[in-house]
């Protein structure tokens, strides 16, 4: 028998499903990863999925979705998130200071091949879990900031393909395992 209050995970990946993020998520309060990456999903992902408190994995790497970051705040309910991917999608624009209002045990971030501007947010450096971080292919400029440098568990860091002005990336500490420029 299905037990309705054991965890669920989603696992979609890689089946060409098209249309929208269905807003019916929110309803399983329940829902501890979702992996719907590699498909064709359009449109904006929905605002409501901060209703997921459980949630811990969210990967929509490769789609299509929506250009706008509004959701990023409702995931600011999700405190056990650990895991975030929203690469190869056609995400654009400031990235938003208030990404760093994620959960602080975010261990992996990937905005890899996307279309997002301006600097990088010094609040990225709030995450004191990250030990992968993928920025590759956007359009940051500007500097990396010293904030970032200063993540005691991170491994791996991506920056190639946008254009800082420099790429001085001040390591305070000697976990860092990978870097690309």
Request: net charge positive.
């Amino acid at each position: 028998m299905f037990d309705v209050n054991s965890p669920i995970n989603i696992d979609r990946r890689g089946n060409a499903f098209s249309g929208l993020v269905p807003t019916s998520l929110r309803n399983a309060t329940q829902l501890r990863v979702i992996d719907i990456g590699e498909n064709i999903l359009s449109g904006s992902v929905p605002t409501n999925l901060g209703n997921l408190l459980d949630l811990f994995r969210l990967n929509l790497r490769e789609n299509y979705l929506g250009r706008d970051f509004r959701f990023l705040m409702s995931l600011t309910n999700c405190s056990k998130l650990q895991y975030l991917d929203l690469a190869t999608n056609q995400f654009g624009g400031v990235l938003p200071n208030s990404i760093s209002n994620l959960s602080t045990q975010l261990t992996y971030l990937s905005l890899a091949f996307n279309d997002i501007s301006r600097s990088i947010p010094a609040s990225l450096g709030n995450f004191v879990n990250l030990t992968i971080l993928i920025l590759n292919d956007n359009n940051f400029i500007g500097i990396i900031p010293t904030s970032v440098g200063r993540l005691q568990k991170m491994e791996i860091i991506g920056l190639m393909g946008n254009r800082f002005s420099a790429i001085t990336l001040y390591y305070q500490h000697n976990t860092l395992s990978h870097t690309t420029y």
